[in-house]
C-alpha cells in the first residue's frame, strides 16, 4: 500500500522558516493535505489540495506539491505552531485514506 | 456549526466488540458528497484511518481491518456507528470521528474518545 513519509521532527527559532516535508511515489499527482495537531486536541486542518486554507488559518501557512515530495511550510514561525503536522492522501489503488507519521515542529 | 461527538465504552475486554458512536449536527448524511468516518490514534502514535460511510450508503475500510470493521448509520438520529469485533491491546487508542464533503480531507473532527483494551 502507498506509504507517506515524514520526518520525525523540525526545531525552529522564533520568526523563522519551517518546512515539513512528506514523501510519497509520484504524490505530486495526488491530492495532499495536512493537519496540525497539538498536544491533547484532536487534529485540525491547515491545507487542503495541495495548497488551499480553509478560513481561519493563517497566511503564514503554505503549501505546495510536487514529484515525490509535498512540503508545508509555516513563515515567522511561532510559538503556538509548536504541534504534531500529518499529511494525508486518498490513495485510489488501495481504495483508503493514508497518513504520514507525522512531524513534530518544536519552536526553540 | 458542525459538530461531532464520539461515545460509547471507554474500557474492553480483549476479544470483545467495540461500539462507537458518533451523534453529529450542522449537516445531513444525505446531502451529495457527505462522509463520516472514523480515524484513531495510539497514544505517541500516528494518525489511523479505520473507516467511511459516504451520503449513498457507500462504504470504505482500512484493508487490513476490513474483516474487523463495520460502519453503518442512523440516520433518524444523526448517527454514524463504528463496531470493531475482536479487540486487541494494540487498538487500544483515540478514536475520532471525522466529517468531509466535497474533497477526501476532514474538515471536522470529534474531540475524540479514548479506548482502552485491557483485562
Known amino acids: 500500500s502507498y506509504v507517506l513519509t515524514q520526518a520525525p521532527s523540525v526545531s525552529v527559532t522564533p520568526g523563522q522558516t519551517a518546512m515539513i516535508t512528506c514523501g510519497g511515489t509520484n504524490i505530486g499527482d495526488k491530492s495532499v493535505h495536512w493537519y496540525q495537531q497539538k498536544p491533547g486536541q484532536a487534529p485540525i486542518l491547515v491545507v487542503y489540495?495541495?495548497?488551499d486554507r480553509p478560513s481561519g488559518i493563517p497566511e503564514r501557512i503554505s503549501a505546495s506539491n510536487s514529484g515525490s515530495t509535498a512540503t508545508l511550510t509555516i513563515s515567522r514561525v511561532e510559538a503556538g505552531d509548536e504541534a504534531d503536522y500529518y499529511c494525508?492522501?486518498?490513495?485510489?489503488?488501495?481504495?483508503?485514506?493514508?497518513f504520514g507519521g507525522g512531524t513534530k515542529l518544536t519552536v526553540l | 456549526q458542525i459538530t461531532l461527538k464520539e461515545s460509547g465504552p471507554r474500557l474492553v475486554k480483549p476479544t470483545q466488540t467495540l461500539t462507537l458512536t458518533c451523534t453529529f449536527s450542522?449537516?445531513?448524511?444525505?446531502?451529495?458528497?457527505?462522509?463520516v468516518g472514523w480515524i484513531r490514534q495510539p497514544p505517541g502514535k500516528a494518525l489511523e484511518w479505520l473507516a467511511l460511510?459516504?451520503?449513498?450508503?457507500?462504504?470504505r475500510y482500512r484493508p487490513s481491518l476490513r474483516s474487523r470493521l463495520t460502519i453503518g448509520k442512523d440516520a433518524s438520529k444523526n448517527q454514524v456507528v463504528l463496531n470493531m469485533t475482536n479487540m486487541e491491546p494494540v487498538d487500544t487508542a483515540t478514536y475520532f470521528c471525522?466529517?468531509?464533503?466535497?474533497?477526501?480531507?476532514?474538515?471536522?473532527w470529534g474531540q475524540g474518545a479514548l479506548v482502552t483494551v485491557s483485562s
Open positions: 471525522v466529517y468531509r464533503q466535497v474533497g477526501d480531507y476532514y474538515d471536522f
Open positions: 460511510l459516504f451520503w449513498d450508503d457507500d462504504k
Open positions: 489540495d495541495d495548497s
Open positions: 494525508q492522501v486518498w490513495d485510489s489503488s488501495s481504495d483508503q485514506e493514508v
Open positions: 450542522g449537516f445531513s448524511l444525505s446531502t451529495t458528497g457527505v462522509g
